[in-house]
């Protein structure tokens, strides 16, 4: 059990480095537009409709993430931000004998969560009300941790900080596997990017990001990078490695 604490293919240089090098990941990524304090009342509000702009723009990202994951049969699993419960449910089922654990900021999401959880009577599975950023778990308690679309949602400078969380609570040779919106490869891959760059937000205040740069500085080690789109919303697929000491 976890103890709840109380308080592919190598990433190209360019994305490892950030393209322009060292911190350039800063630089080539625009800033959130809305706070975050506007977040978990934001994703409440969508809860209701979420599954359908995941069906549309996420649900090739989520079968690719379950891939690399590879969950289970008996591991320690936590999704951060696990929205609506659905790729949670999919890690469970696949941990038969495992334990896996969801984090979510928003009340309706988690809510949401709950009735799948009570609907498919699947055993080993929790989730917390929990920030990404200051999670509640102790040091080194999960093998695998997912987390998708989340990071686009940060402010450039709760990157870092949310992503050495994570470092945190990886136990060694622990497996990290996000899912974020990235910056377009193709011009219409960028049109998201440059709506929002003119203050235009149809995405729920996500914007293109870059983790690999990041989990670099980090010591993160076997970073991969993929790039997919899916009706133009370009996404990411970064797994990393947190090496024995
Ligand atoms: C775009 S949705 C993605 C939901 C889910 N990961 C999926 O792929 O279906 C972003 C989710 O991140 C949650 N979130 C945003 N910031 C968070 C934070 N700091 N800690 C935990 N959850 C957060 C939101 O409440 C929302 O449910």
């Known amino acids: 059990m976890v103890t709840p604490r109380r308080r592919s293919r190598p990433a190209s240089r360019a994305a490892a480095s950030g393209r322009s090098g060292g911190s350039g ?50 591991e320690d699993i936590l999704e951060v931000a696990s929205g609506t419960g659905a790729q949670l449910v999919e890690l469970a089922r696949r941990n038969r004998d495992g ?17 799948r959880l009570r609907s498919e009577a699947l055993a080993g599975v929790e989730i917390f009300e929990a920030d990404a950023r200051e999670l509640p778990f102790e040091d080194e308690s999960f093998d695998l941790l997912v987390n998708s679309y989340m990071l686009d949602l940060l402010p450039r400078e709760e990157i870092p900080r949310a992503l050495a969380e ?14 974020n919106m990235t910056i377009g490869e193709r011009p219409a891959h960028r049109t998201w990017d440059a709506l929002y760059a003119r203050g235009v937000v149809l995405t729920a205040n996500c914007r293109g990001v870059l983790a690999a740069p990041v989990l670099a500085e980090l010591g993160f080690t076997e970073i991969r990078r993929e790039y997919l789109a899916q009706l133009g919303f370009p996404t990411e697929i970064v797994t990393a490695t947190k090496e024995t000491r």
């Open 25 to 74: 990941w800063r630089e080539e990524i625009l800033e959130v537009k809305r706070p975050p304090g506007d977040v978990p009342r934001t994703y409440t509000r969508l809860a209701p409709v979420y599954e359908v702009w995941a069906r549309l723009t996420e649900s090739k990202a989520r079968r690719r993430v379950l891939e690399l994951a590879d969950p289970g049969p008996a």
């Open 99 to 115: 334990h896996t654990v969801g984090a979510e900021l928003s009340k309706g999401m988690l809510a949401r969560t709950r009735r």
């Open 166 to 179: 994570f470092r945190r609570l990886l136990r060694p040779p622990g497996r990290l596997v996000m899912s």
